[in-house]
């Protein structure tokens, strides 16, 4: 836990220096340069406070919380700043009580160096009172300004030693107005005088008396220090201050006072200020009658307090017996959860109605957009950890006796390091490998008469996917068997809607024009011609946007799936040799016309086939090898990265990326040898309980879930019977996979990929034609769930992913995973009118006035709201089982509301409006904010825990609910 610590900022942007790279929202690192005296070692925030008077020191201290009894040394501010009330110049993560060491430049009289000033802290203002003393050596009045010559006379106040203070003391803050910046601590005409300070003497002598310079006092409050009572004159003075001061105080705390720290020198200070009560002899109303009035509406004030404070305290009390679920957890680990969600929390929000603001506002305010980035959150955080775990496993270890896939894995990512190798080869890889296809009609010649040879290098070798994509995978019809796929595709932008929708993406438009003609006259080709042919291909590209299915039609599976033999495939789209094609891209099987196959979309295909018979062979074959470039130009050299670039920054909306090669090429890895690499990860982090932890986790998850169908009054009970049936056969599959911690296995995955350390071009195309090996290996074996990389994740997630079973695409598979009816219809009925009801809900919400796309995102919105609903209900069923937990200190939230907090907080996210655009049309998922906004407003628990009103946003009176 750390607070900021400089309370007097620079009025422009400070000279930062050192510590991390230009790109990333982190704190900025310590030892920075400020334009005011910051010492080594103060850690200063990115949004730095407003300027305040005062030099800062980060001293440690203690932060104590009575009712928590939280003690843990911070960092904190120790300079005595111009504070006014309101505002204070630093947010504290928590609402505890802060004994700050004030070191501030001592003048004669004010409120000096070496004292103890107490600030009582919380998130929206900083209060002040303490007792202070004016000594520190080197830095006294002359002994001439005080009348007793030095000394304060026998009995006076002020005369206790430095460093200590009387029982029942009143603590004095420094005044409003501080010293300005002078040549020495008691300023004369010119020596800096304290704006205001005007009652007595000349100068910066308000409270110095005579002598020292400045002229004769003026009649006032200043003169009384010359006269007879001069204890009593600075205690006038120092209340007369401190009721200036009264109005900006908002509450009085109580908190143990360490004491100031002693002079240099032990002596006693000429010029300590002391307030307390009178402990001579003499009858009450005698003391009382001494005493001024502001003096006794003081004491009025103090007594009052102090029986109120009795009152709370003895109440707090009994509450507390009476509901030990008020017991505080103040573990390491709990403070540190508290203080991370106090920081990301917006306490200025209603919850009821923005709860998403209220959860995030604050984790928002504090990551701005990294370079490079067009979205950051939660996940990106914890990705970017992960990265710096990996980078050091590939970059530290020696693998001596670890499998020949992990070995693998390094040297791939060592290539790929390798910059000055690739910037030496430039672009030689792509051009030879487009020789060695048949040459491209942009840089060169071509062999006009090889349609089909190109279709099946391109696709079948190199894994492009021009037209369409052909993969093998489970029927989903029959989930016991593998079977030949085929489904839309060709298209580089993001969605159809790029395309089509010119008036809107004329920009997008032109950056991937201008990015196609780039990457041509890299590659050879003459400026004007390159772009007349990539014009052409852009067209080409736009007429099948044209015919893709749009998203959101693509969600009924049992509409689009449509199984067939190659023979009738071949009569459905006659412009591609289907069984010559199929039989190069799964070699070695042999294949037959009455090999079955599954067409998702037939009337693209068909399609496809009349565009391809109308299309120029020219344009044709400058399409198919664009795929190709598009698909490798990223393993090429700088001019190629910064070209894309260029593009993602028009399409996404991302400032220019500093990001370390390193990174890059970490996801490069993972990408290609994603097992290999998890392999090294789990075994150096993961912790193996955590994976029997998250199986308990999903096993009271999925009771949950079964409990809510027995709450269903709209589903029948063969249905309701079959639901349960299909709940308790769903697969888990939580962690990883147990096959990547075993070396053969492992390299037996991995077998046949061959990885050279010197061509990271040559290992990105020896993959792609290793992974359509592997798929063709797959076809005659039945499908192998232990390898697939859909692992589940915690709490929420689990329930979400639960009921991806039981969405909209999801209920149409049965308890097998096989495509089949199985509903009844009374049932199915109303299914649909409940999910109709979300998909107008979230249809209305919008981001930077686009609609979100409600029937898009109906599958994703259905999980979402089972999922916490089977979670929150898996929770109260462990809280049954295993009592109340302690509560995190500081939060003053209920264990049930910082459930839903939690559930808010892992979608905290930022992002460019352009990327929101690319999530509204591509993303299944609805927006982040709506995640939670949509989600809880529809959760009957959420609106009961927080009490929101009927008619409020989070509590609209409608609730849509499907499971």
Known sequence: MSLSACLRPPERAPAYRGGSACCGPAPLPPRCRCRYPVPCGVSVPPRLPKPGAGTCVGVPVRVVQARAL?????????????????????????????????????????????????????????????????????????????????????????????????????????????????????PGPGGGAAPGAGHGGGGGRRRCGGGGGGGPARPGRGAELGGRRPGMARMNVALQELGHAMPDYKRATLQDDEGPEPA???????????????????????????????????????????????????????????????????????????????????????????????????????????????????????????????????????????????????????????????????????????????????????????????????????????????YVGADSKSSNSNIIQVDQSGLFLPSRDYYLNKTANERVLAAYLDYMVELGTLLGGAPEPTRLQMQQVLDFETQLANITVPQAEQRDDEKIYHKMSIAELQALAPAIDWLDYLSYALAPLELADTEPVVVYGDTYLQQVSDLINGTDRSVLNNYLIWNLVQKTASSLDQRFETAQERLLETLYGTRKSCTPRWQTCISNTDDTLGFALGSLFVKATFDRDSKAIAEEMISEIRAAFEVSLDQLDWMDEKTRQAAKEKADAIYDMIGFPDFILDNKELDDVYDGYEVSEDSFFQNMLNFYNFSAKVMADQLRKPPNRDQALNFGGIGVVMGHELTHAFDDQGREYDKEGNLRPWWQNSSLEAFKNRTACMTEQYGRYTVHREKVNGRQTLGENIADNGGLKAAYNAYKSWLQKNGEEKRLPALGLTNHQLFFVGFAQVWCSVRTPESSHEGLVTDPHSPDKYRVIGTLSNSRDFVEHFGCPLGSPMNPGKHCEVW
Request: hydrophobic share 35%; aromatic share 6%; glycine share 10%.
């Open 264 to 470: 240099g020198d032990g002596s006693v200070s000429p010029d300590s200020v002391e307030v307390g009560f009178r402990k001579g002899p003499g009858p009450l109303l005698s003391r009382l009658a001494s005493r001024s009035q502001l003096e006794l509406v003081l004491c009025a004030v103090a007594v009052s307090l102090a029986l109120l404070l009795g009152v709370a305290v003895v109440t707090l009390a009994i509450q507390y017996r009476r509901d030990p679920s008020h017991s505080m957890c103040l573990t390491d680990a709990c403070v540190r959860v508290a203080s991370k969600i106090l920081e990301a929390l917006d306490a200025e929000t209603d919850p009821c109605q923005d709860f998403y603001q209220y959860s995030c506002g604050g984790w928002i305010k504090r990551n701005p957009l990294p370079n490079g980035r067009s979205k950051w959150s939660t996940f990106n955080s914890i990705w970017d950890q992960n990265q710096a775990i990996m980078k050091h496993l590939l970059e530290n270890t020696t693998f001596n006796s670890s499998s020949e896939a992990e070995r693998k894995t390094q040297r791939y990512y060592l290539s790929c390091l390798k910059e000055q190798r690739i910037e030496e080869l430039g672009s030689q890889p792509l051009m030879e490998l487009i020789d060695k296809i048949g040459g491209w009609n942009v840089t060169g010649s071509w062999n006009q008469s090889s349609f089909m040879e190109v279709l099946k290098m391109v696709s079948g070798t190199y894994r492009a996917t021009p037209f369409f994509t052909v």
């Open 70 to 186: 939280l003690a843990v040394p911070v960092p904190v501010p120790a300079c005595l700043p111009r504070w006014r009330g309101g505002k204070a110049p630093v947010r504290l993560p928590v609402r505890v009580p802060v004994q700050v060491p004030v070191r501030c430049g001592c003048r004669c009289g004010a409120p000096p160096a070496g004292t103890a000033v107490t600030l009582a802290a919380g998130p929206d203002r900083v209060e002040r009172s303490g007792a202070v003393r004016c000594d520190r050596a080197g830095h006294r009045c002359p002994r001439s300004s005080h009348p007793s010559g030095g000394r304060p006379p026998p009995g006076a106040r002020g005369s206790r030693p430095a460093g200590t203070s009387p029982r029942g003391s009143i603590p004095l803050a420094r005044p409003p107005s501080l010293p300005g910046p002078g040549p020495g601590p008691c």
